[in-house]
């Protein structure tokens, strides 16, 4: 019973984290990039776009200005021009070709 309690108090933790969120997908830029790929928000919220204008999508949303949709900062959107996830790098997926381009999209 104590160990339920504790992982269901672990899983609680890690579900509210925010580190674990996108950078918010209501701003106006953000809505400007979902415009561009051809989407709604309500097709973003329920899930219906597919990966070829997602992906696109994300990038675009988290280059706006300074202040806008920061959250996931140059990391992610440099992991996303080179092709791979944060999942990935911690599994050691990556291959050299994308560390490379990440590298490059992150000024080293």
Same mark, same amino acid.
């Given at each position: 019973?104590?160990?339920?309690?504790?992982?269901?108090?672990?899983?609680?933790?890690?579900?509210?984290?925010?580190?674990?969120? &996108?950078?918010?997908?209501?701003?106006?830029?953000?809505?400007?990039?979902?415009?561009?790929?051809?989407?709604?928000?309500?097709?973003?919220?329920?899930?219906?776009?597919?990966?070829?204008?997602?992906?696109?999508?994300?990038?675009?949303?988290?280059?706006?200005?300074?202040? &806008?949709?920061? $959250?996931?900062?140059?990391? $992610?959107?440099?992991?996303?021009?080179?092709?791979?996830?944060?999942?990935?790098? &911690?599994?050691?997926?990556?291959?050299?070709?994308?560390?490379?381009?990440? &590298?490059?999209?992150?000024?080293?």
């Amino acid at each position: 019973m104590k160990k339920t309690i504790l992982t269901a108090l672990a899983l609680a933790a890690l579900a509210a984290s925010p580190a674990l969120a &996108e950078p918010s997908n209501s701003t106006p830029h953000a809505l400007a990039c979902m415009k561009k790929y051809g989407f709604t928000y309500a097709q973003w919220r329920a899930y219906a776009v597919p990966a070829e204008k997602a992906n696109p999508y994300r990038a675009c949303r988290d280059a706006a200005p300074a202040g &806008e949709n920061s $959250g996931m900062g140059k990391s $992610g959107a440099c992991q996303r021009k080179a092709g791979f996830t944060q999942a990935q790098n &911690e599994a050691g997926q990556v291959t050299p070709a994308q560390r490379q381009k990440w &590298e490059r999209c992150m000024g080293m």
